[in-house]
Every structure is written in C-alpha cells, then in structure tokens.
C-alpha cells in the first residue's frame, strides 16, 4: 500500500495537527490538601491588594502634602519675568528655579523679594507679582525651556 500525500492549502500550509490520542494523566492529590492551598491563595490575594491600597494612598497622602511648584510671573520698573517658584520643603529653603537669588515671598500681599544675601536684607530688592499658575504651567515652561 501507498501513503497518501498531506494535502496542503493554496497558501502552501500544512492542515492542523492531529490531536494526541493519549489519555491525559491526573495526578492524585488528596482532598485536605485542596482547602487549605486555596484559602491560602485567598489570603495572598487580600494581603496584595491592601497592599496595593495602602501605597496608593500613601502616594496620593504625598502629593497632596507635598509643596507644588508655581510659575510666578513678577515685575519691576517695566521688566518682566517669569520662573518657577518651589516653596520648599520645612528646612529647606524656596527656590527660583532659573535664579541664584534667594526668594523671600509674600504671596498673600501679592510681592516678591530677591535677595543676594540672606543674612544681609539691604540686598534684597521688591518685586511685584503680577501672576500666579499653578503646577501644570509650571511643569509646561519647565519643559519648553
């Protein structure tokens, strides 16, 4: 007798494959084992995901303490600036991010101090704040910049 040729498709693909005709072997395993791997399964599932709550709102808790950048647009005798303003953390000092002056802020009276000196406040000139964005215009001219 001959064999007969596999029969292929226009596209040159052989047919499916034909299915193992051995039986599936199942493993025996006893039934006081089943419970206890499943509650633990369970246990693990609810400790990830307080887990996974517990950081999330850990994050959220930090960007809402933590300081947010401002883009102050600020002026003096007709000259005009803008920079980012970080009003830092306590101990830490606030910033402009593209000066080397040291800012001196009162925001709620709308006025702005540049200082060179911080121990010295004859070095410090005013400013007035014409504007003030929040974080995301801040984070924009951060980048186009």
């Known amino acids: 007798m001959s064999k007969q040729a596999k029969k292929q ?28 791997a499943d509650s633990t399964a369970i246990i693990e599932e609810k400790s990830s995901s307080k887990v996974k709550w517990l ?10 303490l933590f300081p947010k950048p401002k883009l102050l647009t600020y002026e003096k005798l007709g000259l005009v600036a803008q920079s980012i303003y970080w009003p830092g953390l306590p101990g830490v000092d606030p910033i402009l991010l593209d000066s080397t002056l040291y800012p001196q802020p009162a925001l709620d009276r709308n006025t702005l101090y540049l200082c060179a000196d911080r121990a010295n406040p004859k070095t410090c000139h005013k400013y007035q704040i014409i504007e003030q964005k929040g974080v995301f215009s801040a984070i924009y001219k951060y980048i186009l910049d």
């Open 9 to 36: 498709s226009l596209l040159g693909q052989a047919q499916g494959k034909r299915p193992n005709r051995r039986p599936s072997q199942k493993k025996a395993s006893p039934t006081a084992n089943k419970p206890a």
């Open 55 to 64: 950081i999330m709102a850990a994050l959220i808790l930090l960007i809402i």
